[in-house]
């Protein structure tokens, strides 16, 4: 199936630095979704994206979907330590009938 | 608002037993979703329902796992004989219907076949 490559796999980082995330793929997306998912817990929405080029925040979170509809880019400012979790990006592919595909995460571990 | 209530939360069975799972949406969503996550993984699709109707059903192994929605409501994933290799988080999703793609997880369901 259409696979979404989600990087870097893990992130260790000071508290109070900024992180960066994306995610690439070779299909074209007409939607993106980014979530976190704390341990045992189901993944939560952050941001949701419907358009080449949206930026769009949410408090300290701020998300792009691609001017190619190939990829999408999610950025934390002054990370604390609440952030920690698993973030995964979600794409509707052209087409596909209303079905996400999710990459596999980014692991974001911030040190106090 | 109640948030997709799932259980129960942990599973624990020997292999070939029946297990089900079970998962009420958000109030006044049509679309209902199951996925299953394995470690390290995003959630993969296993079903999706718009209302009682199973809409897309193309990754679910039918040979042992059915889904019913019988109301269009409350929803069971039933996976009869399990397998070891069926360990995984079992996630259920609902979203406010066709179209709505912003779709809001339960806790899961964690999967153990012994």
């Known amino acids: 199936g259409q696979q979404l490559n989600q990087s870097p796999q893990s992130m260790f980082i000071q508290e109070g630095e900024d992180v960066s995330m994306n995610c690439t793929s070779s299909s074209i997306f007409n939607t993106w979704l980014w979530y976190k998912q704390d341990p045992g817990e189901g993944p939560v929405l952050l941001i949701a994206l419907y358009k080449a080029g949206e930026l769009t925040s949410n408090g300290r979170l701020t998300a792009q979907f691609g001017i190619t509809r190939k990829d999408s880019f999610l950025n934390i400012s002054a990370s604390i330590p609440s952030d920690v979790g698993i973030y995964f990006c979600?794409?509707?592919?052209?087409?596909?009938?209303?079905?996400?595909?999710f990459g596999k995460g980014t692991l974001l571990t911030v040190n106090p | 608002e109640a948030g997709v209530v799932q259980s129960p939360r942990y599973k624990i069975i020997e292999k070939k037993q029946p297990v089900a799972f079970w998962c009420n949406p958000i109030s006044g969503h049509n679309t209902l979703y199951w996925y299953l996550q394995n470690l390290g993984q995003g959630p993969e699709l296993l079903i999706r329902y718009e209302n009682e109707e199973a809409v897309d059903d193309s990754q679910l192994p039918k040979d042992r796992f059915s889904a019913e929605r019988l109301k269009g409501v409350d929803s069971t994933l039933k996976i009869q004989p399990a397998e070891l290799g069926d360990s995984a988080v079992y996630l259920c999703a609902s979203s406010l219907g066709r179209g709505f793609l912003e779709q809001f997880f339960g806790p899961g369901t964690r999967l153990t076949v012994l």
């Open positions: 979600a794409g509707r592919l052209t087409g596909s009938n209303y079905k996400l595909t």
